[in-house]
């Protein structure tokens, strides 16, 4: 038994967690936010990589300090019900609803709808979906090791062409950055922290927690402490990586507006600043690659999601899953990139509050003596406030009125809940409710100390 790594392993799991975690959104949103975000890029950018760096990093480490077997059994200690309840959302949100389906929509737009004409784009899109979903369901029935050594292979590739192209863009930007748009010219701290919700790294970090877990155990590190340095050293490895990419393609996006204007979702600017700098050549090169990278992402999402609902419906077997959901997947991709942003925002919205303060229990759980009624009032004053907000971003993506029941709920929230203009009316009513358990608890203990 041994409680540390080399530097290697730790640099090989780091590389491998970031593997996990660079997908489509990886690259989209970051771009979006820089050519949005204009002027206030740096407050934009520090919020964003909060959420899209840091809330990775610690739900990876929750799963390792909770000591729980998968996210199921964590979510669980709120309730057996509401743990399955959770989890099954998480994988079809990171699954077949929004996180795949973006993988080929994000994989067209970037690489291949420069070469479709205007008319034809949805006929496009739709011939891409075919064949990249045919590819995934094909492997997805196959040995994971051919995909594992061929993601090894293609997360150095595709990062060694970014950092080319930022390094491009920083020697040599395309024009001068732009007034911040939209949310972006208020606070634009929180509006890239609510933009960083949109990786779902978050949300994945809950799952991929496990299988870091896993390898780090693999390697000799069994201990409790050891297990939990290693991950976040691994960790610290690849969210690094993953904020330089962030920092650069989100600069991208700043200099981008005056020669490429202003697009709806971030893939065009990534095939634009490609085409700008390398012609068509590196236009296709980052095609082939992005679209290889994002195959082995829906790949891997596909697989997992079989995996989770096979054990929870064991009669029935793991390709009937794989086949479902590469269909649905495949049909959701067909409603286009900006569609599937625009609903999965509300989605998002509704659990990223509920995945935060579930890690949170499970770093604080030792303070309020792991009381199960701790973790259903949280959760549930969580709830309550994330059903809310999901409902609002709902009715702001379609461009509808607040339902009439929902108007003085979100009045009375605005009144009593600091931050809840911001997105974050939930934070302060968990971490009063948690900070009131752990010292009422203590307090208790010390007067029945004192009785005795």
Aim: positive net charge; proline residues 4%.
């Amino acid at each position: 038994m041994k409680d540390k790594l080399s530097f290697t392993s730790y640099a090989v799991v780091g590389f491998m967690l970031f593997a996990l975690f660079f997908g489509a959104g990886n690259l989209i949103f970051p771009a979006q936010l820089g050519q949005n975000a204009g002027t206030n890029f740096w407050p934009a950018i520090l919020g964003f990589l909060l959420t899209g760096v840091g809330l990775p990093l610690l739900g990876i480490l929750a799963m390792s300090y909770s000591g729980s077997k998968n996210l199921q059994e964590l979510a669980s200690r709120v309730h057996p019900v509401y743990g399955i309840a959770f989890t099954v959302m998480l994988y079809l949100t990171i699954g077949p609803f929004f996180a795949s389906p973006r993988t080929a929509t994000v994989a067209y737009d970037v690489g291949f709808s420069s070469f479709v004409s205007e008319g034809a784009q949805q006929t496009g899109l739709f011939v891409f979906t075919v064949l990249f979903f045919s590819a995934t369901l094909f492997f997805s029935l196959k040995p994971r090791k051919l995909i594992d050594y061929i993601g090894k292979m293609l997360a150095p590739g595709i990062v060694i062409l970014l950092m080319i192209l930022l390094g491009m863009v920083i020697a040599k930007p395309m024009g001068e950055i732009q007034p911040p748009l939209g949310g972006f010219q208020g606070n634009a701290f929180i509006q890239g922290f609510l933009e960083g919700y949109n990786t779902m790294d978050a949300l994945a970090s809950l799952v991929f927690g496990i299988i870091v877990i896993r390898t780090i155990r693999s390697l000799g590190v069994t201990s409790t402490k050891g297990v939990l340095v290693a991950t976040a050293r691994s960790g610290l490895v690849a969210i690094t990586l993953l904020a330089v990419l962030y920092i650069g393609i989100a600069y991208l996006g700043a200099v981008s507006t005056q020669e490429l204007g202003i697009f709806s979702t971030g893939g065009p600017v990534l095939s634009g600043g490609a085409a700008y700098y390398f012609g068509q050549t590196g236009t296709i090169l980052l095609a082939i690659i992005l679209t290889l990278a994002c195959l082995t992402t829906s790949i891997g999402l596909t697989t997992a999601c079989a995996e989770y609902f096979q054990t929870l419906f064991p009669k029935v077997g793991y390709k009937a899953f794989a086949v479902f959901f590469t269909v649905i997947t495949f049909i959701i991709a067909n409603f286009g990139l900006a569609n599937i942003i625009t609903y999965s925002v509300p989605v998002l919205m509704l659990l990223y509050p509920l995945a935060i303060v579930l890690m949170l229990l499970a770093f604080l759980s030792g303070l309020f003596q792991h009381r199960h009624a701790v973790y259903i009032v949280t959760m549930a004053v969580t709830l309550l406030v994330s059903v809310t907000d999901g409902l609002k971003s709902l009715c702001n993506s379609l461009g509808i009125a607040y339902f009439d029941w929902l108007t003085p709920i979100l009045s009375f929230y605005e009144k009593v809940l600091p931050l809840y203009n911001q997105g974050l009316g939930w934070l302060l009513p968990a971490l009063v409710i948690i900070l009131l358990a752990s010292v009422g608890l203590r307090l208790f203990h010390i007067t029945a100390k004192t009785s005795a």
